[in-house]
C-alpha cells in the first residue's frame, strides 16, 4: 500500500504543479491570442490541480494506512 501511496502523492504533485503546461501544451499562438486563450483555460488548469490534489490526498491516505 505504501508503494501505491508514494506512486499517487508524487503523480498528484506532479498534475499540480504542471497544470498549466498540461492544459496550454499544444497551443501555438501569437502573443495577444495566447494571452486570450491563458483566460479561457484558467478553467482548465483549476481543474487539473484539483485533480491533482484529490491524488495527492489519496495518495497520502494510502502512505499513512
Not at 504542471?18 to 486570450?36: G, P, S, T, W, Y
Not at 486563450?37 to 483549476?46: D, F, P, R, Y
Request: hydrophobic content about 65%; glycine content about 10%.
Amino acid at each position: 500500500m505504501q508503494a501505491v501511496g508514494f506512486v499517487l502523492l508524487v503523480i498528484g504533485v506532479m498534475l499540480v504543479f504542471a497544470a498549466r503546461r498540461i492544459v496550454l501544451a499544444k497551443v501555438k499562438l501569437e502573443k495577444q491570442d495566447q494571452e486570450e486563450m491563458e483566460l479561457l483555460a484558467q478553467g482548465g488548469i483549476i481543474a487539473v490541480k484539483v485533480a491533482g490534489f484529490i491524488v495527492s490526498l489519496v495518495g497520502l491516505l494510502f502512505l499513512i494506512l
